[in-house]
């Protein structure tokens, strides 16, 4: 059975917790009214983890640049023959699917002397990569992976060790709440 006091503190950790569920901002005052000081803190320490990781993110390996410059390259030639496409410039458009095409080839190439290089560097990448027969993997742009830190279309997903300080806030008080 809780007491009064804890019953309040669980009352709104739990209210807290639906502002942070509904995209609504928690001031850090409120938290650390409520939270214990070594639950604060351990916010602080995650949130600084995170930080850090995404200043990690800006300084992406030079290896990898070469690779997004031909997949950069591709879309670009890809974009083109979409819109001669759309204006009936179809043969037009046929040499820009096939640029596309051979440069979508090359970033393969790219990619898997990459990653034959340094496997550590597929945690960059935005989905797993495999060059097995019958993989997702082929020389067209959408089945391509992308950086983690890219914000196109196509991209499956984000880093997965990313969060935001919404999330970090909720993750505090969920270990709260079942602690």
Same mark, same amino acid.
């Given at each position: 059975?809780?007491?009064?006091?804890?019953?309040?503190?669980?009352?709104?950790?739990?209210?807290?917790? #639906? &502002?942070?569920?509904?995209?609504?901002? $928690?001031?850090? =005052?409120?938290?650390?009214?409520?939270?214990?000081?070594?639950?604060?803190?351990?916010?602080?320490?995650?949130?600084?983890?995170?930080?850090?990781?995404?200043?990690?993110?800006? #300084?992406?390996?030079?290896?990898?640049?070469?690779?997004?410059?031909?997949?950069?390259? *591709?879309? %670009?030639? %890809?974009?083109?023959?979409?819109?001669?496409?759309?204006?009936?410039?179809?043969?037009?458009?046929?040499? %820009?699917?096939? &640029?596309?095409?051979?440069?979508?080839?090359?970033?393969?190439?790219?990619?898997?002397?990459?990653? #034959?290089?340094?496997?550590?560097?597929? $945690?960059?990448?935005? =989905? #797993?990569?495999? %060059? !097995?027969?019958?993989?997702?993997?082929? *020389?067209?742009?959408?089945?391509?992976?992308?950086? $983690?830190?890219?914000?196109?279309? !196509?991209? $499956?997903?984000?880093?997965?060790?990313?969060?935001?300080?919404?999330?970090?806030?909720?993750?505090?008080?969920?270990?709260?709440?079942?602690?």
């Amino acid at each position: 059975m809780l007491t009064t006091e804890e019953a309040k503190r669980l009352n709104k950790l739990e209210g807290i917790a #639906d &502002k942070l569920k509904r995209g609504e901002n $928690v001031q850090n =005052r409120q938290l650390q009214t409520w939270l214990s000081e070594d639950e604060y803190e351990q916010l602080e320490y995650e949130w600084k983890e995170q930080l850090e990781l995404r200043s990690e993110l800006k #300084d992406k390996p030079s290896e990898l640049k070469r690779y997004e410059e031909k997949l950069k390259q *591709a879309t %670009f030639n %890809f974009n083109s023959a979409e819109g001669y496409s759309r204006k009936s410039r179809h043969s037009t458009a046929k040499k %820009f699917y096939d &640029k596309s095409e051979s440069l979508c080839e090359d970033a393969l190439e790219i990619l898997q002397e990459i990653l #034959d290089y340094d496997s550590s560097f597929r $945690v960059w990448f935005d =989905r #797993d990569i495999s %060059f !097995e027969v019958g993989g997702d993997l082929s *020389a067209d742009i959408v089945s391509l992976p992308r950086l $983690v830190t890219s914000r196109c279309h !196509e991209k $499956v997903s984000d880093d997965s060790r990313l969060t935001n300080k919404q999330s970090v806030k909720l993750a505090e008080g969920r270990k709260k709440n079942n602690g």
